[in-house]
């Protein structure tokens, strides 16, 4: 073993994390339990802009991509397809999703304000050492879930459905802005 190995494995602790990562096919095929059809519309959806696989190749580096998500998450089937689609189209991008309840302890380094929101995006770099987080929404759909549920005027399935109106109309763009903005290649 490497020195570097050594401090990889002692500094992050997320390569143990990374290899127990699920790849998107096998989470599709098989862990989804809920709102499978959701999962798969959104995934034939989604489409990659080149703007995005030309920036990720800009960075000059390979990037793995860990998600915390459950297959009951709104949030997680709108944006996780989004990652997935990124990795077919870069080959810059390896994707792994582990599922939020099974691993709390990881999950709870990854608070959103105290809550275990997910997805939550963890970006490690060649050696497993987290370099940007992302989520559990984009910013401007996050301020307004916040907004809408503490003004509490509105019951949450509305809420929801608007979140997926912002979701279709938005088609992953501010999403794939706002990961590749904490990869400070915009």
């Not at 602790?13 to 096998?26: A, C, D, K, Q, T």
């Not at 689609?85 to 582990?98: D, F």
Request: net charge negative; glycine share 6%.
């Amino acid at each position: 073993m490497t020195g570097i190995e050594t401090v990889r494995d002692t500094e992050s602790g997320l390569e143990r994390y990374w290899l127990e990562g699920i790849p998107w096919n096998r989470y599709l095929g098989e862990e989804i339990e809920e709102h499978l059809e959701l999962w798969q519309g959104v995934y034939r959806k989604t489409r990659i802009p080149d703007w995005a696989v030309e920036r990720l190749a800009e960075t000059g580096k390979d990037w793995k991509v860990l998600v915390l998500a459950e297959d009951w998450c709104g949030d997680a089937s709108n944006l996780v397809p989004i990652f997935a689609r990124l990795e077919e189209a870069s080959p810059h991008v390896k994707l792994r999703i582990l599922k939020r309840d099974d691993n709390p302890e990881l999950m709870d380094q990854y608070l959103t304000n105290g809550s275990r929101s997910i997805p939550v995006v963890i970006t490690l770099d060649e050696y497993f050492r987290p370099v940007a987080r992302w989520g559990p929404r984009p910013a401007e759909l996050q301020e307004f879930v916040i907004r809408a549920k503490r003004a509490g005027e509105r019951p949450s399935s509305e809420i929801y459905r608007d979140t997926r109106r912002w979701y279709a109309k938005d088609g992953g763009e501010t999403t794939l802005r706002e990961f590749l903005s904490a990869l400070a290649v915009d």
